[in-house]
């Protein structure tokens, strides 16, 4: 059974993601490890049989372009359907036991059933038990290729409606949604986020060249007002 010691752990943003072969059991190990350890960035990925564990610390473009996306998420619901409850639950684990599992950088969960965690039990989300989020979002600074290829195959799995990549160098968002043969298709418009055009979303992005997040925010809440 595999500890964090004894894998291939990605514990640099410049070391390249592997994916090395492992058990549901080796997943379990590494997952109850880190939480008697505490590392200070604990991400981890398993796909039927293979495993993936970052714990490189966080970049300052991968965490401007993170800390956006939630501030986007808030302002839509802020301005467009106050009445409606949602929950982030970026960094959270996502599982279904024995075959899949992954820790993307956001969650979302809109209205209700979001999970919430008794004393006693997993912190991680069993989506046996809890229904699956409506969308989930990774940030691509140097983990862009996985992004697009073995994750985005475990959240399909996943039964994940709605999935976001966003592209910290190209500046640009690129978004799927769940069709009915359980494969996902690049979308122009949100779902989850009902109606917002992706092109708005990737302006915001695109004024981080220039901007702070929080001045592409406002400017992102000017858009919305308007329509």
């Not at 998420?73 to 960094?91: N, P, Q």
């Not at 024995?98 to 059933?113: H, K, N, T």
């Not at 965690?117 to 969308?135: A, H, K, M, Q, T």
């Not at 949604?177 to 989850?192: N, P």
Request: proline share 4%.
């Amino acid at each position: 059974m595999f500890t964090l010691t004894q894998i291939a752990v990605r514990t640099s943003p410049e070391e390249l993601p592997q994916w090395v072969p492992a058990t549901w059991e080796d997943y379990l190990a590494c997952c109850e490890q880190a939480e008697r350890d505490r590392p200070e960035h604990f991400r981890i990925f398993f796909n039927q049989g293979y495993l993936f564990v970052d714990m490189g610390w966080e970049g300052i473009d991968h965490a401007r372009f993170r800390e956006l996306l939630t501030m986007i998420i808030t302002v839509w619901f802020s301005v467009r359907s106050s009445a409606i409850a949602f929950d982030c639950l970026g960094g959270a684990i996502l599982e279904k036991p024995e075959q899949r599992a992954a820790a993307p950088d956001q969650v979302l969960y809109i209205s209700s059933g979001s999970p919430r965690r008794e004393i006693g039990e997993s912190r991680r989300i069993n989506l046996r038990r809890w229904r699956v989020p409506d969308l989930v979002c990774e940030v691509g600074d140097t983990t862009l290729a996985t992004d697009l290829d073995e994750k985005k195959q475990i959240y399909a799995g996943l039964e994940v409606p709605e999935y976001w990549v966003i592209d910290v160098e190209g500046a640009r968002v690129l978004a799927f949604r769940l069709q009915a043969d359980g494969r996902y298709q690049q979308c122009e418009v949100s779902t989850a986020l009902e109606g917002l055009p992706l092109s708005l979303v990737q302006q915001t992005i695109g004024r981080l060249t220039g901007e702070s997040n929080g001045t592409a925010a406002l400017w992102f809440s000017q858009q919305i007002a308007q329509r």
